[in-house]
C-alpha cells in the first residue's frame, strides 16, 4: 500500500507563489502514476496534472498551463506542485493521487491511493 500526506498550503495574494508538496511513503516503489487534483468551493474535483513513471511528458489542465509545475525530488518520494501567478479561481482544497496500476490513473474514480488534501485561498 501506499500513503500520501500533502502540505505546504496556504493563503497568498494574487500573483504570488506557493508550493506545494506530497510526501509518500509505504510500496512507493509499485507507483505508476501521480497527480494533483482540486476542488474548489461548490466545483466538483478537476484534475490539475500528473504523470506516469515510464515518461512520455506531463499534463496539465488548461486552465494552470504555464503556471504550474508538477516535479519530484531526486528519490522520487515526494511530488511537488509549484504554483505561480497565482489567481483567485485557484482556491480549492490541493489533494495528492496515485496508483500502482496505469489503468486507474486516469479518473479520480478510479485512483486508489489519496493523501488528505491541503488548503490554498488566494486573495485579491
Known amino acids: 500500500q501506499v500513503q500520501l500526506v500533502e502540505s505546504g498550503g496556504g493563503s497568498v495574494q494574487a500573483g504570488g507563489s506557493l508550493t506545494l508538496s506530497c510526501a509518500a511513503s509505504g510500496y512507493t516503489s509499485s507507483i505508476r502514476c501521480m497527480s494533483w487534483f482540486r476542488q474548489g468551493p461548490g466545483k466538483e474535483r478537476e484534475r490539475v496534472g500528473g504523470?506516469?513513471?515510464?515518461?512520455?511528458?506531463?499534463y496539465y489542465h488548461d486552465s494552470v498551463k504555464g503556471r504550474f509545475t508538477i516535479s519530484q525530488d531526486n528519490a522520487k518520494n515526494t511530488l511537488f506542485l509549484q504554483m505561480t501567478s497565482l489567481k483567485p479561481e485557484d482556491t480549492a482544497m490541493y489533494y495528492c493521487a496515485a496508483d500502482s496500476l496505469t489503468a486507474n490513473c486516469y479518473s479520480p474514480e478510479t485512483l486508489r491511493f489519496w493523501g488528505q488534501g491541503t488548503q490554498v485561498t488566494v486573495s485579491v
Open positions: 504523470f506516469t513513471t515510464r515518461g512520455g511528458g506531463t
